[in-house]
């Protein structure tokens, strides 16, 4: 399993750098949401046009990513990692990909209400009794809580795998097979999204495209000169940028590869009535009967 799965990263590892024309497309639409999210924060409200700016990107930003889904899902397979192929992969499906975000977010907001009920069941930390020591100058740790080490793995197990998870196998399935396919078999899809191998290569790749990228932008550096501060935030942001995309990509790639394309079901063709049981043959007659 762990060999497979090791396989698999090495492979779309070796194919993303191969199709970097593919992957230039990619970056061109990461790009573009980015830059629509930071004009729609930085421009002002106080003239008609800036208004009409701010709600163009707010309209504009969302629609992006989905065509950026929907590329990357088709860059992830083998055969569509041609530039041409991956931008035309990314309109015509970034509409089944927005079809698909309807049952995720819904799953979404059940897992929000289930913790949200857990978060009132759970003991208050309050609440908690507390051992009366002598007071010292040196100051102590934060106590960590168990309550709050249980919420916030089950924040990152369902935020950060299983919906992830289960999004890139339905994006993967519709740049495979076509919405109609996956839907249909959506139980399946989704019951193959949790197989070992998948969830090992996806595990390897979110410390890549999630886990390296913050501590890449939270990591404080001591510098005092004020050019050298802004060209290790742009270092950062840069980093950051190709470690999400790249990583994410490869990724995916490695998920394409643990779950190949399931072949359909072969119809069952009618059976075949029985056979009629054959008449007995009459006896022999006996040769030299008495007459």
């Not at 590892?13 to 061109?28: F, I, K, N």
């Not at 050019?227 to 990509?249: D, I, S, Y």
Request: aromatic share 10%; proline share 8%; with cysteine.
């Amino acid at each position: 399993m762990i060999k497979d799965s090791l396989n698999a990263i090495a492979d779309s590892t070796r194919a993303t750098l191969r199709g970097w024309r593919g992957l230039l497309v990619l970056a061109s639409l990461y790009l573009v949401p980015c830059a629509c999210v930071y004009l729609f924060f930085s421009t002002g409200q106080a003239t008609a046009w800036q208004l009409v700016l701010s709600g163009l990107t707010a309209l504009a930003a969302p629609l992006l990513l989905l065509v950026l889904i929907a590329a990357t899902a088709n860059f992830a397979l083998p055969e569509r990692q041609a530039a041409g192929k991956v931008a035309r992969g990314g309109l015509r499906d970034s509409w089944k990909v927005l079809l698909l975000a309807v049952p995720v977010a819904a799953l979404g907001w059940l897992f929000l209400y289930l913790l949200g009920k857990l978060q009132g069941v759970l003991p208050n930390i309050e609440d908690a009794p507390r051992a009366i020591v002598n007071a010292t100058a040196e100051s102590r740790p934060t106590p960590l809580h168990w309550q709050e080490a249980l919420m916030s793995w089950l924040w990152i197990i369902l935020f950060g795998v299983v919906l992830p998870l289960l999004a890139a196998h339905l994006w993967l399935g519709v740049a495979r097979d076509g919405l109609k396919a996956t839907l249909k078999r959506i139980h399946r899809v989704s019951a193959r999204a949790f197989a070992p191998r998948p969830v090992l290569a996806y595990t390897l790749g979110f410390f890549v495209f999630a886990l390296l990228p913050y501590f890449v932008l939270y990591t404080r550096t001591s510098v005092t000169n004020g050019w050298a501060e802004l060209l290790m935030f742009g270092l950062r942001l840069a980093v950051a940028f190709v470690l999400t995309l790249v990583g994410w990509t490869i990724t995916l790639g490695a998920l394409a590869r643990t779950t190949p394309p399931e072949a359909l079901a072969p119809e069952v063709a009618p059976e075949a009535p029985p056979p009629a049981e054959a008449s007995p043959a009459p006896p022999p007659s006996v040769a030299g009967e008495a007459v």
